[in-house]
């Protein structure tokens, strides 16, 4: 899936586009292998953290970013899935950031 997160420079995009990008986002990252996930670039993987950290735009790229940050070892990740795991008003994103934890907090040296 080169195309799916091959680049996220949509992110200052605007408008429709933006949003029509976002959802597409959200549909396909759940999609992402752990393979092709672990290729993500730092700028990429800062972006889903941003995403992840501010609720946004939709609850459903809030969770598609958390499980892909947990999937590509990404600690810089753990604050934000520790804040969110007690702090979200959606039960999905606290019970994506419990999830998130659990494999990233293994992994934390």
């Known amino acids: 899936m080169p195309g799916t997160v091959g680049t996220l420079d949509f992110a200052r995009w605007q408008g429709k ?3 029509a990008c976002h959802e ?3 549909r396909l990252l759940p ?3 752990t393979s092709r996930a672990l290729c993500l670039s730092g700028p990429q993987r800062a972006y889903l ?3 992840a950290e501010n609720q946004e735009p939709t609850v459903e790229l809030t969770v598609a970013a958390l499980l892909i940050l ?3 070892a990404d ?3 753990i604050p934000i899935a520790r804040k969110l795991a007690v702090s979200s008003s959606s039960q999905r994103i606290r019970d994506a950031a419990k999830l998130c934890l659990e494999e990233l907090c293994g992994q934390e040296t």
């Open 70 to 72: 947990s999937s590509t």
């Open 24 to 26: 597409a986002l959200a």
């Open 75 to 77: 600690l810089m990740a």
């Open 17 to 19: 586009e933006a949003t």
């Open 31 to 33: 999609r992402l292998d």
């Open 49 to 51: 953290r941003h995403c």
